[in-house]
């Protein structure tokens, strides 16, 4: 049985009170790492292989040694909470039933980073989870963990995917609309008020303090060779036991899968998408690729959030397109012209054939206008939103077609 | 300074230089719509990409800082597909207004998609609609259907007028330009968003549908409103005088001028012009005899002046100047008034409310020529001329320009210096109280019916050349003056101003050294402001 | 927790204490206007809603040009600009909740409330809404109605749920 690194503490119901957290393993990875030097703690994280959990699967140690070394003025630590990416969840657990793990996660992320300020952006629709989480670092500052040196404040976002996305996020944080901001300069030089940031995803920091209490060298040996550790998968759509399940990040689709108690509805698998809504869909004979950063890379889709979605062969995939197709054109924050103008385009072409409306173009439409625009925004909003443009309609093109007159 | 090359031509650029200004000092013209040199980046209309070598993939050049030894490439294949791309982007929702838009013939999107565009467009859904012709304030109306969302007008707002009115509201293909519900936007400099808007977004309520911009004209001048001297561009209508009502001058547009304007013109400078083609313009020269006046031949109108300079002692004779006035015609005048020892002189009028002004462009001197009426003589107020009037030392009066009534000049001494001077001539370009009451009125061409130079609050000379030709039998205030001149048996030995200019430069020593060629476009400042400058 | 309902238009203000709360929160930002979403959180349970004149009052909070405050509340779906009903019932219709059912979730309350999504009902007691994920995903199909997530709907449920709210 796989080890249960990051889910431990979940099944006591008072799992998000200090009390309950310290009577576990406490903050004793904390006090470990108060002794360690901030490069030290760096290096400990990059020898576990550590990757960013949020989505982009970014290597968390070397974007924590990005930080200017000379840099005189202030470092801010940002927590991305703005869970958002259909199909995942795990955040929201790790918020309403372990909030301690991420505050200590942060505690140390912080020295690493030389931070002596963090923020904590939860999503606005997130009450409970933002509840239970300020409630744990009022314990922490009634307790002296924060406030002797570093200093968190816990934010509310107020409905927008965007503010998932590193440096929307740090726009809204500053008060604007969560428009991304045009790189470089990357926020590691200059973030959140113009200042050095580092924002990580809730579980990456939730993996920290296991990583520096019980070794790099054993969260790297848990994973697989370019990633160490064990990540929570939230399973849902068509499964019998959909739920957050945590697995080393070498577990296959299909293992997952198993364990989320097999196909439900007709039984037979006919899609899964692997990593959020962002990801490009797989079909039912490529379930036996390992659910890490390179092994979804490797066959052209991403693990990104690991929300992983299960449809059976009763799904409607144009159907499924459309529902994404609106949501990437809802949450377009409009910066850039070819987000904004073609999300909405998309949508509406993906509508018209699902209603029995389409034209025989559309598809090599759709298709040409996703492949012109990659690459070319502000940010990845976009990216994420041709994943599932230009595999659904790819690797099920004659459902598309069968419902075109005169395809 | 870093090297680089662009399109295979190395170019040397200033440290900090985007891709875009240095692409510009190579010659190169990399397309954009957001990118403003005076504005932060935005980086949001995605058509400036470039393709660098070994850089993955195009990258935009507004946000890429030139680098030594970096080697660019705007034509490539790839980067011409991502322009049709990003035009196509640009296309989906817009409006297709182009034969009831304003912009017509000066769009960005027209332009840029004629030269890069796909053609063919394929966007067969219903476009989002948003509201249309919505003003914004007196002088800027907006279609948010034709906004192609670059933001420029919004950082206007934030970081040159400091005054935030616009805003980006909702978000996705939804997002819309517009002001805070029951707000306006009426800061002094709103028409520049104009200007900077690429599209038909954001068009001129006082140009509106007057005269496709095809059929105008350009002629490079100077704004006479204050004492800035923002350079401008006169736009007329020579062609299609059926459109605008006849109007002659469309509108007026900044010209970039890095000392003096930079990108800008204020509102007030901008629509100042109506009075060139209004209906009470002096069209001819007149003789007021009784109460009534008649149209007369300039000869006769000449004649009084010089009958008046012949017969009269020198300190018999007052002339009011104005610092509206060119260089050249007050040269001219004290070619005329000089040898006869005439100097009871003056120019300023000081105005009966002071006039506003700011820390950016405007000015509380209206008058575009101070500097140069001080330098030329005509610097005293004009109330120690008024007083010599109703002293009753003087016969003989010659105003330039001014409404007297208008100014801070007493009005029982200005009725009294007209009830007992002999001959008061007007030489202006429109009606006003003083016309009416002056003996001879000699019609002047105003600023943009013929050239000369002004000089600025910080002593900058600069050329404004002539757009359209005078109305009725208007002149040229110094070619009134060679008039006089010539009938009085001497030369101004000047038939172009250029010729006069010439003259003035050698006579004035604060002038000396410049010439119309020197003054080019920018202008050029006198010797001894260009050794005060820092 | 119940809505507030719309303030009168001329009265307007924070009281001494909730500015005195304004100002706390500006401090823990580097630049105070990082205060701008947690205060106009503040300003919607004060007022119901953010109306125009919530904006401009909380522009001069933050010394920033209303129409910056108009473009902060228009980009975020939490934020009303007109008063809502007392509740709100806000129906997640993204995948994994399509693929249990949402649409049928959905359907249901349009019948029973008699309105479509976006819309109040007359009695000013609910505003229905469709949004995007809420990330309940492995309780789909689901609503958050008011603050909390409601799991797992059938039909029944709902019937439960709005009989329970005023």
């Known amino acids: 049985m796989a080890e249960i690194v990051l889910m431990r503490n979940f099944s006591n119901a008072e799992s998000h009170t200090l009390a309950a957290y310290r009577a576990g393993s406490g903050y004793a990875a904390w006090d470990k790492a108060r002794t360690m030097e901030p490069a030290a703690i760096t290096e400990e994280v990059k020898k576990a292989n550590l990757r960013g959990l949020g989505g982009a699967g970014f290597p968390t140690g070397a974007k924590w040694s990005f930080i200017p070394k000379n840099h005189t003025g202030p470092v801010y630590l940002v927590v991305n909470a703005d869970e958002g990416e259909p199909g995942t969840f795990k955040d929201r657990y790790l918020l309403e039933r372990d909030p301690h793990a991420l505050i200590e996660g942060m505690l140390i992320a912080a020295r690493a980073i030389r931070s002596a300020k963090g923020f904590v952006y939860i999503r606005g629709e997130y009450v409970q989870p933002w509840r239970r989480f300020s409630g744990a670092v009022k314990e922490a500052y009634d307790t002296g963990l924060l406030g002797q040196g570093f200093d968190v404040v816990v934010h509310r976002g107020a409905g927008a995917y965007i503010c998932g996305e590193e440096t929307g996020l740090l726009s809204s944080l500053e ?84 364990m989320a108690g097999g196909v439900s509805g007709t039984g037979r698998l006919k899609a899964v998408v692997p990593g959020g809504g962002s990801a490009a869909i797989l079909t039912a004979d490529e379930i036996d690729v390992t659910m890490d950063v390179d092994g979804l890379k490797n066959v052209g889709s991403m693990i990104g959030s690991a929300g992983v979605i299960v449809m059976d062969d009763s799904v409607s995939i144009p159907e499924a397109l459309m529902v994404l197709a609106r949501f990437y054109a809802h949450e377009s924050c409009g910066q850039c012209t070819p987000c904004r103008e073609s999300t909405g385009w998309i949508y509406k072409m993906v509508h018209r054939i699902v209603e029995g409306r389409g034209h025989k173009d559309d598809l090599d439409t759709i298709l040409d206008v996703a492949k012109r625009g990659a690459g070319t925004t502000i940010c990845a909003f976009y990216d994420g939103a041709v994943g599932p443009y230009i595999s659904y309609i790819e690797k099920f093109r004659g459902e598309f077609e069968a419902l075109i007159p005169h395809a | 300074m870093p090297k680089l090359t662009v399109n295979g031509k190395e170019v040397e650029v200033p440290a900090g230089t985007n891709l875009i200004e240095a692409a510009r000092a190579a010659g190169v013209e990399v397309p954009h719509y957001c990118y403003h040199p005076s504005l932060s980046i935005a980086g949001q209309c995605r058509l400036c990409m470039v393709d660098i070598e070994k850089t993955p993939r195009p990258t935009i050049a507004c946000n890429t800082t030139a680098a030594d030894g970096m080697v660019v490439n705007t034509e490539t294949d790839r980067v011409r597909e991502t322009r049709k791309s990003i035009m196509e982007f640009h296309l989906i929702n817009h409006p297709l207004d182009c034969p009831v838009c304003d912009q017509a013939g000066e769009c960005w999107l027209q332009i840029y998609y004629m030269k890069h565009g796909l053609y063919d467009p394929r966007m ?411 | 927790m119940s809505r507030a309902q719309s303030a009168p238009a001329q009265t307007i203000a924070f009281s001494e204490a909730q500015v005195a709360e304004v100002r706390r929160l500006q401090s823990l930002y580097p630049d105070p206007r990082g205060a701008l979403l947690p205060v106009l959180h503040m300003a919607q349970e004060t007022f119901g809603h953010i109306s125009l004149e919530v904006e401009d009052y909380v522009a001069t909070l933050f010394e920033l040009s209303p129409a910056h405050v108009h473009e902060v509340v228009t980009f975020y779906t939490l934020y009303f600009c007109e008063q809502p009903g007392r509740h709100i019932v806000a129906v997640c219709h993204n995948l994994s909740c399509h693929l249990a059912g949402a649409p049928k979730i959905i359907a249901h309350l349009k019948q029973k409330l008699g309105i479509e999504p976006g819309e109040t009902t007359e009695d000013g007691r609910v505003t229905f809404l469709t949004v995007e994920c809420l990330c309940a995903c492995e309780a789909a199909p689901m609503a958050q109605v008011d603050d909390r997530y409601e799991l797992n709907l059938t039909p029944e449920k709902i019937d439960r749920l709005l009989g329970e709210l005023r």
């Open chain 2, 124 to 534: 067969k859904d219903e476009k989002v609609h948003k509201p249309k012709a919505v003003p914004l304030g007196p002088h800027v109306i907006l279609d948010a259907e034709r906004c192609i969302l670059c933001s420029r007008c919004v950082r206007f707002c934030d970081e040159i007028t400091h005054t935030g009115e616009l805003g980006i509201f909702e978000r996705g293909d939804h997002s819309e330009i517009g002001l805070f519900p029951g707000r306006e936007l009426d800061n002094k400099y709103s028409a520049n968003v104009v200007d900077i808007c690429p599209v038909g977004a954001l068009t001129d309520r006082d140009f509106r549908f007057q005269v496709r911009v095809w059929y105008l004209d350009t002629a490079k001048s100077i704004c006479p409103g204050c004492a800035r001297g923002c350079n401008i561009e006169v736009h007329v209508n020579r062609r299609r005088p059926h459109h605008a009502e006849g109007r002659r001058v469309a509108r007026l547009k900044p010209r970039f001028n890095a000392e003096v304007n930079k990108w800008w013109l204020c509102d007030a400078g901008r629509y100042g012009f109506g009075f060139a083609d209004a209906a009470d313009r002096l069209l001819a020269p007149t003789h007021k005899e009784g109460g009534s006046s008649t149209d007369v031949t300039w000869e006769q109108g000449i004649a009084a002046v010089a009958g008046a300079l012949r017969r009269l002692r020198p300190e018999q004779i007052g002339v009011i100047a104005s610092p509206k006035m060119a260089n050249e015609d007050l040269f001219a005048l004290r070619r005329l008034l000089d040898p006869r020892g005439i100097g009871q002189v003056a120019g300023q009028v000081p105005p009966r409310v002071p006039g506003d002004e700011d820390n950016f462009l405007i000015l509380a001197d209206k008058n575009p020529n101070s500097r140069g009426a001080e330098l030329l003589g005509f610097g005293a107020d004009a109330r120690t001329v008024i007083d010599a009037a109703g002293a009753r030392r003087l016969k003989f009066l010659w105003i330039f320009g001014h409404d007297l009534l208008a100014g801070a000049l007493p009005e029982r001494d200005v009725l009294e210096a007209f009830r007992v001077v002999d001959t008061v001539v007007f030489t202006g370009s429109n009606a006003n109280w003083t016309s009416a009451h002056a003996h001879w009125v000699l019609p002047a061409a105003t600023w943009v019916e013929r050239e000369g130079t002004y000089t600025n609050v910080e002593g900058r000379v600069q050329r404004f050349r002539t757009a359209i030709q005078p109305l009725g039998q208007a002149l040229a205030e110094w070619e009134i003056v060679g008039r006089v001149m010539t009938v009085l048996g001497e030369s101004l030995s000047a038939t172009r101003a250029e010729q006069l200019f010439r003259q003035l430069t050698e006579a004035v020593p604060a002038f000396a050294g410049l010439s119309y060629q020197l003054l080019g476009d920018a202008g050029q400042p006198l010797a001894g402001a260009a050794a005060a400058r820092p």
């Open chain 1, 175 to 258: 008060g604007k609309k969560g428009w991304p901001k045009i790189k470089p300069p990357f926020p590691a030089i200059k973030g959140a008020f113009g200042q050095p940031t580092i924002v990580n995803n809730v579980e990456t920091l939730c993996c920290v303090p296991p990583i520096v209490a019980r070794g790099a060298e054993w969260f790297a040996g848990l994973g697989t060779k370019t990633q160490g550790g064990t990540r929570m998968y939230s399973v849902s759509g068509r499964v019998k036991k959909p739920a957050v399940y945590e697995a080393p990040v070498s577990i296959t689709l299909r293992q997952l899968i198993e």
